[in-house]
């Protein structure tokens, strides 16, 4: 799926995202180039939250700053955080999967 860039240190244009998995089966979301090298992962594992298969934790710090507008608007997920989780130093926020962005993480890999 294309979105277009709005990653802070991403140097604008068009990514790719790529719906990636997690050692623990939860989903999350990778950015590449349009040649496919890896620019940032916008999500972020919880593995000890109880995650629902709509939700969606966003690292949205440091090199990342901008990865909640760019999945904003690629239709991913919804504009409003739904809860936060505290990781370590941070307080991640965790958005609801638009019914798009659901299928997009919970599509088949092949």
Avoid at 75 to 94: E, K, M, N, Y
């Amino acid at each position: 799926m294309k979105a277009n860039n709005k990653l802070r240190y991403g140097g604008g244009g068009m990514l790719t995202l790529v719906p990636v998995r997690y050692t623990n089966g939860r989903p999350g979301i990778r950015a590449e180039t349009a040649g496919g090298e890896p620019v940032a992962t916008l999500s972020v594992n919880l593995p000890y939250d109880d995650m629902k298969q709509d939700e969606l934790a966003v690292k949205e710090w440091s090199e990342n700053e901008g990865a909640v507008d760019t999945l904003i608007n690629a239709g991913i997920i919804d504009p409003r955080a739904h809860r936060s989780v505290t990781s370590g130093f941070v307080q991640v926020l965790v958005y609801k999967l638009t019914p798009l962005g659901y299928k997009f993480v919970h599509a088949e890999r092949k």
